[in-house]
């Protein structure tokens, strides 16, 4: 797979809030969600992005779509740069909103990302209308396909979101997305919402559908476990930045960064008789206004060394594409 | 005597659209110091059964049709409510699933700390403070008294539940029922929260009922596991042999759908739980079961002695395949 063409390249991107201004105060603080962040996903990949909440990891995702304006950096889709903030380029509004038919999202919370007054087909059909992905007149077969690759059957055509449970609206979200025959799709927390079972059968039909129609999905997940089996590569994120990146079964299995570790020791066991070591990182991610010095996580580090504080870690290659920024490696 | 023994209970919802039926005729019981998980999807009726045992389900509204509640010996359904008041709080606490919404966003957190000594212990309610203090630093609340001067949105999600464990180990009940203790946390802040109510278990003593959905909050914590599904319980054993070996096919399939057990493809329940409105004839998990034979569709099966629990499943009617393989 190593040899398939890149489809996303984001370079530098950045992505401040301003804070709001104490009266008497007259320099602007700003919350760095996404503070200097590269990252390269090649057709075809599915790329798992981990971390705590409030790491930026949706932000990220939201960013390289335009969904937020970003602060800083560049995103290239497909040799077609989105932005470029530092060489004032600016894909046109119109051209963005065509390039969307490509780009596509399924939001976390399958309840308030659809339109309660929209029955499902229309939800569907709206976005295969503007797009003209196929000809008008066979638009309702199509969607009902769609539909009924998504396990909603077509009785469900003129029903509207409320009449569904959680499993069958994330389905609808999902057919909505992929109605368009996209070719890269940020999925933020598909599944965080639904049951244990459901969130089996949701995960199984992404990856259907991923090999059907070819897609390369972004997966922001806090599930380290359920990245780990869908993704092939495993992005770990922490107050902005990337900390760690490999291979998924690397990363879980001989994680580098003790942030990573934390993480990985933090889930629960499997089975009552295992044992696992305990989880080493105290209290919580700090504001993203008042970063801290050095190494963003020499606060709750359980090996920080003085030179944590001082020094930002590179980033360092380990050998068979697994990198990671800790000076301790 | 069992701390708390729920017999036959059973819960009905009247509502526009009809009746639902969300607990059906459910046993179980909980022994002093003991951690029982209940497990099952939303809409098994766990969250409806711990409502019911502390008296929180509105009157109008929720039908107990029939069943006991014993806590200590005492009935709590027939407990007149000014007594069930004096219990709830003391004896008996409760740890929501969404702390934001179960804190009062316009009182401070020591207001809302010591209220529970203003009805409980009102000699102590003037005096507390340096109490909070202690017991909020033992809850590995940094800057406790920082937090008592706080209201509820200053704090971070694991925070506030910390606060809440706080709130509810305050008069250090006999029993406390954690409602998806950690659903809404990140898995560092989940793996602390277990942490602490692990604490709190051995400190006091007390009984907890978890009720979750994530089988791995089961394996850290409980002892007993009872499976719930469409208001009733499918299987109730020891935790280990739970994990182990489990009975009933359905939670041998929601054992088999975690994703640490991957390969290639996510094991899922195919279909979803039937709606609460539903009149069900034969077992509940008919039409999703992958063992079922065509008498489950029309025999309703009945609890079974089982080993060291209880199944409820036809397969095993005739006594066969209930000793554990290990």
Redesign the interface.
Do not use: Y
């Given at each position: 797979m190593a040899a398939e063409p890149t489809l996303l390249e984001i370079s530098h991107v950045k992505k401040y809030f301003p804070r709001k201004k104490p009266t008497f105060r007259q320099s602007q603080e700003w919350l760095k969600a996404v503070d200097d962040v590269s990252l390269t996903i090649p057709r075809f990949y599915s790329v798992g992005l981990v971390g705590e909440s409030g790491c930026g990891k949706s932000t990220l995702g939201r960013t390289i779509l335009r969904l937020h304006a970003p602060t800083g950096g560049r995103v290239v889709f497909e040799g077609q740069p989105l932005f470029d903030m530092e060489g004032k380029q600016w894909l046109p509004e119109a051209r963005m909103r065509d390039l969307r038919k490509d780009m596509q999202m399924i939001f976390q919370d399958p309840y308030g990302s659809l339109n309660p007054r929209l029955t499902v087909g229309q939800a569907v059909e709206e976005g295969v209308a503007r797009h003209h992905v196929v000809p008008a007149a066979d638009r309702r077969a199509y969607c009902e396909e769609i539909l009924e690759n998504c396990g909603l059957e077509k009785k469900f055509y003129m029903a509207y979101p409320h009449e569904f449970s959680g499993g069958q609206r994330q389905r609808i979200v999902i057919a909505r997305a992929l109605a368009l025959k996209p070719k890269f799709v940020v999925c933020d927390e598909p599944t965080a919402a639904l049951d244990v079972s459901i969130q089996s059968q949701i995960l199984n039909l992404m990856m259907d559908l991923r090999e059907e129609l070819n897609l390369t999905y972004l997966f922001i997940s806090h599930n380290l476990r359920v990245t780990q089996a869908f993704c092939d590569e495993i992005v770990v994120m922490y107050l902005g930045k990337i900390i760690e990146q490999g291979p998924a079964e690397e990363v879980c299995s001989h994680p580098v960064h003790p942030y990573t570790q934390a993480l990985i020791n933090s889930l629960p066991v499997s089975n009552p008789w295992e044992t696992k070591p305990k989880a080493q990182i105290l209290g919580s991610i700090p504001s993203a206004v008042h970063i801290p010095s050095g190494c963003r996580f020499h606060p709750r580090c359980p090996y920080a060394t003085p030179r944590c504080q001082e020094d930002e870690p590179a980033w360092k290659d380990i050998g068979g594409g697994h990198c990671a920024a800790c000076h301790l490696i | 005597m069992k701390l708390l023994e729920v017999k036959d209970l059973n819960v009905v919802f009247h509502t526009i659209l009809g009746e639902a039926e969300a607990v059906r005729g459910i046993s179980f019981s909980v022994d002093r110091g003991e951690v029982l998980g209940i497990v099952g999807?939303?809409g098994s009726g766990k969250s409806v059964t711990s409502l019911a045992i502390m008296g929180l389900l509105q009157r109008k509204k929720a039908d107990i049709r029939h069943g006991t509640i014993l806590f200590d010996g005492q009935d709590l359904l027939s407990m007149p409510e000014k007594q069930l008041c004096q219990l709830r709080g003391s004896r008996m606490a409760m740890v929501f699933q969404e702390p934001a919404s179960a804190l009062n966003p316009v009182i401070k957190i020591e207001k809302q700390l010591s209220e529970v000594y203003k009805l409980h212990e009102p000699a102590r309610a003037k005096t507390c403070h340096s109490e909070l203090v202690a017991l909020l630093k033992r809850l590995n609340i940094?800057d406790a008294e920082d937090v008592l001067k706080k209201y509820p949105f200053e704090l971070?999600?694991?925070?506030k539940q910390r606060v809440m464990i706080a709130m509810a180990v305050l008069c250090r009940p006999d029993l406390l029922i954690a409602d998806e203790p950690t659903t809404a946390l990140?898995?560092?802040?989940?793996?602390?929260i277990?942490e602490l109510l692990r604490l709190v278990q051995q400190e006091t003593n007390c009984a907890i009922i978890l009720i979750t959905?994530?089988?791995?909050?089961i394996?850290?914590m409980?002892q007993r596991v009872i499976v719930m599904y469409r208001g009733k319980i499918l299987e109730e054993c020891e935790?280990?042999s739970f994990?182990?070996s489990a009975r009933h096919p359905y939670s041998q399939?929601?054992l088999n759908?975690?994703?640490?057990y991957?390969s290639g493809?996510?094991?899922?329940?195919?279909g979803?739980i039937p709606s609460a409105y539903e009149k069900l004839t034969g077992c509940a998990y008919y039409g999703r079961c992958r063992q079922a034979e065509p008498r489950c569709a029309v025999r309703t099966p009945e609890q079974i002695q089982c080993g060291d629990g209880c199944v409820c499943c036809l397969k095993y009617e005739t006594g066969e395949g209930c000793t554990h393989g290990g």
């Open positions: - | 999807e939303s940094p971070s999600g694991g925070m990140d898995v560092t802040t989940q793996a602390e277990l959905h994530d089988l791995g909050v394996a850290e409980a935790a280990e994990f182990r399939d929601l759908t975690r994703p640490e991957f493809r996510f094991t899922s329940i195919e979803s």
